[in-house]
């Protein structure tokens, strides 16, 4: 063995500290930052998501105690238990965390494109589509595609409809979101026409698509949106780490080697394949992508742009929503859309009154 072959490779230079109020996560040569705050709230939300969700599992019409909540999931204790629990219940608590979060990702992505906090993917007429869709595969069409299928057709077509009007992306998404608009507002006569002239019958069997509901939600669309969220979620985090970049001007955001227009393109594919896998599964469920990036980013600061709190959030406003839905006026139930109206529309109209003096970070 020669000298050199002896020698001791050279020690790697120390890693640079991490930036204050980060966490450093390194692995071999890489490594990554983690916004302390930021996954704070994160934790935060997810402890409230799952104490909503025991709660959701033991109230309603008929109350099962919370001790017996988790065995009565899995299929384990008094059959009464059982089938509240298991079979009424889970289902729609499960869509509910899915639609939630999927319009919660949608919102973030979307208002962190065009820093506009009332763009949302009923701007670009997601909701109004789909339920056009939805509606006419009930009162318009006959035909054995259910309206879940219709509504994510909805969606599509009203964003290739705003794409293609507005010619792309634009700067900053904001072409984009202001033909949404018109799109959506005609989509959404559309809807009011065929209700209007459908006999009663049919009109009831396609209201729930008209506010948006977790009843009796199918478990394919459940299961087609938990997948396209798993494929998403992951792709929005990189995103909202380049959207931080385009808050900077488009030449230095280019000098970085980031690709603009890609990156517009792309936020807006993610936020129209999200939004539209949760309006097939649950209808449109109204500004619950407007509440869900806000409660998110007040927790979280300014630094970062809260994919993953978002996605949190919406699913606790959802399941809030439900909750309340169920409870609130029993034995009545009131759809999850209508609560969530009335429970964003005062923020709405704040929002609308000020937004004039507040920017987002």
């Given at each position: 063995m020669t000298a050199a072959a002896a020698r001791p490779a050279p020690p790697r230079p120390a890693a640079?500290?991490?930036?204050?109020?980060?966490?450093?996560?390194?692995?071999?040569?890489?490594?990554?930052?983690?916004?302390?705050?930021?996954?704070?709230?994160?934790?935060?939300?997810?402890?409230?998501?799952?104490?909503?969700?025991?709660?959701?599992?033991?109230?309603?019409?008929?109350?099962?105690?919370?001790?017996?909540?988790?065995?009565?999931?899995?299929?384990?204790?008094?059959?009464?238990?059982?089938?509240?629990?298991?079979?009424?219940?889970?289902?729609?608590i499960a869509a509910g965390l899915a639609v939630g979060a999927a319009l919660g990702v949608s919102g973030?992505?979307?208002?962190?494109?065009?820093?506009?906090?009332?763009?949302?993917?009923?701007?670009?007429?997601?909701?109004?589509?789909?339920?056009?869709?939805?509606t006419a595969s009930v009162v318009?069409?006959?035909?054995?595609?259910?309206?879940?299928?219709?509504?994510?057709?909805?969606?599509?077509?009203?964003?290739?409809?705003?794409?293609?009007l507005a010619g792309g992306a634009g700067r900053r998404g904001y072409r984009f979101l202001v033909v949404g608009l018109g799109v959506g507002a005609a989509l959404g006569a559309v809807t009011q026409l065929m209700l209007a002239r459908a006999p009663i019958d049919e009109a009831n069997q396609a209201f729930p698509w008209s506010v948006g509901s977790l009843n009796s939600r199918s478990a394919t669309s459940v299961t087609v949106l938990a997948v396209g969220l798993a494929v998403a979620l992951p792709v929005a985090v990189v995103l909202g780490r380049r959207l931080r970049l385009l808050r900077l001007a488009d030449a230095v955001v280019t000098g970085l080697g980031s690709r603009v227009a890609r990156v517009r393109l792309?936020?807006?594919?993610?936020?129209?394949?999200?939004?539209?896998?949760?309006v097939a599964t649950a209808g449109p469920l109204g500004l619950v992508a407007l509440l869900a990036p806000e409660i998110a980013r007040k927790a979280?600061?300014?630094?970062?742009?809260?994919?993953?709190?978002?996605?949190?959030?919406?699913a606790l406003?959802?399941?809030?929503?439900?909750?309340?839905?169920?409870?609130?006026?029993?034995?009545?139930?009131?759809p999850a859309g209508l609560v969530t109206a009335v429970v964003g529309g005062p923020y709405l109209l704040w929002l609308l009154l000020t937004t004039r003096t507040r920017r987002m970070p």
């Open positions: 640079p500290p991490a930036p204050p109020g980060t966490w450093r996560l390194a692995h071999r040569d890489r490594s990554l930052l983690v916004d302390r705050r930021a996954a704070t709230a994160a934790a935060v939300l997810a402890v409230l998501v799952a104490a909503t969700v025991a709660v959701g599992l033991a109230l309603g019409t008929a109350s099962v105690p919370l001790n017996r909540t988790l065995p009565a999931a899995f299929g384990v204790g008094e059959a009464r238990d059982v089938l509240l629990v298991q079979q009424l219940r889970l289902p729609r973030v992505l979307l208002q962190t494109l065009a820093r506009n906090r009332l763009a949302t993917p009923d701007t670009v007429g997601l909701n109004d589509g789909a339920t056009a869709f939805a318009a069409v006959s035909t054995s595609i259910t309206p879940s299928a219709f509504a994510l057709v909805g969606s599509a077509t009203a964003a290739a409809l705003a794409l293609g792309a936020v807006i594919g993610t936020a129209v394949v999200t939004a539209g896998l949760a979280a600061g300014p630094r970062v742009v809260p994919v993953v709190g978002a996605a949190l959030a919406g406003v959802v399941l809030l929503a439900d909750l309340l839905g169920r409870t609130v006026a029993a034995p009545l139930e009131l």
